[in-house]
């Protein structure tokens, strides 16, 4: 009896693991049907001919990705869709014709690609080679692993100025409070990263830039797995720096850090220079690593 329970397990696990595939419990994936807009300003009428191109090119990618098997197609997010495709195609000139891509994580409500891709050609293979190509970046962006957790606490200021104004000090704080938010949008909106709500976990710390790495500890206990410190430089009324510093919230480890060099601008322009440090010092070194992929 007992030997035929154990044949009767491994044969049902057999049956399992060869079930087709629309047995298998897969990933929901809405796909709206591509805007298409041709700004080229050719003599010729080729609305006709772009729809049925749309069409074949919208066709081929809900097929690809419906054979990729992992995926289902769904008609929209409230039929169980985890992820929503969408997207554009512009021509803009005979030769020359531009995509844009964005895959939405619909439960987290983020971006897990955001791209835009030009093409040559405006005939069918053309359009044939396109959705190759760009099915092939959609079913990579799907299969992208989770968002790091990263805890962006509050940027500080160090006011090294001789005459540092007491009156100024809600000014400061309004403008810091930009400047965070600022990263926090960028960093969140790039795909890499969902933000956690840091709260006033930090408030005890004092300053986190004069603490040896605390951040680290009070990020991991927060559940993140990295964390940010920032700080701006007041060197003068016209003048400041910009700096920021990733930690692994697990070891401490510092995974990167950037500065802004010295800078020109009143206290209005630190959000318009954080943001712009960090897209080009960190959000832009993980793109460059994700195309090299």
Not at 211 to 239: F, H, M, P
Not at 253 to 258: D, E, F, I, S, Y
Request: with cysteine.
């Amino acid at each position: 009896m007992h030997r035929s329970r154990l044949i009767l397990s491994a044969l049902l696990l057999f049956v399992l693991s060869h079930l087709p595939v629309h047995a298998q419990a897969l990933i929901g994936v809405a796909l709206d049907d591509f805007s298409y807009t041709d700004t080229s300003g050719e003599p010729t009428n080729q609305t006709a001919a772009h729809e049925r191109r749309l069409a074949a090119f919208m066709a081929a990618l809900r097929r690809d990705i419906g054979e990729a098997g992992r995926y289902r197609l769904v008609p929209s997010a409230q039929d169980g869709a985890a992820f929503k495709i969408i997207g554009g195609i512009q021509k803009t000139s005979t030769l020359v014709q531009w995509a844009k891509v964005a895959v939405i994580d619909v439960s987290a409500k983020q971006l897990v690609m955001d791209k835009l891709y030009s093409f040559r050609g405006d005939s069918d293979e053309a359009w044939e080679r396109a959705e190759i190509f760009l099915s092939r970046e959609i079913m990579a962006a799907l299969g992208t692993q989770a968002p790091v957790a990263l805890a962006v606490f509050d940027f500080e200021l160090e006011d090294v100025t001789a005459a540092s104004a007491g009156a100024s000090a809600a000014s400061d704080a309004s403008h810091l409070a930009e400047v965070t938010g600022g990263v926090r949008e960028a960093l969140g909106q790039s795909g890499h990263y969902r933000i956690v709500d840091v709260g006033e976990a930090a408030a005890k710390a004092g300053a986190l830039r004069d603490c040896g790495g605390c951040e680290a500890v009070i990020a991991q206990k927060l559940g993140a797995d990295q964390s940010l410190i920032g700080v701006v430089r007041r060197v003068s009324r016209t003048e400041y720096t910009i700096g920021f510093q990733l930690r692994d919230a697990r070891t401490g480890m510092v995974l990167a850090r950037g500065d802004s060099g010295l800078r020109l601008g009143a206290d209005y322009s630190w959000k318009r220079g954080a943001v712009r440090l960090v897209q080009e010092r960190l959000i832009e070194s993980l793109q460059a690593t994700d195309a090299r992929k």
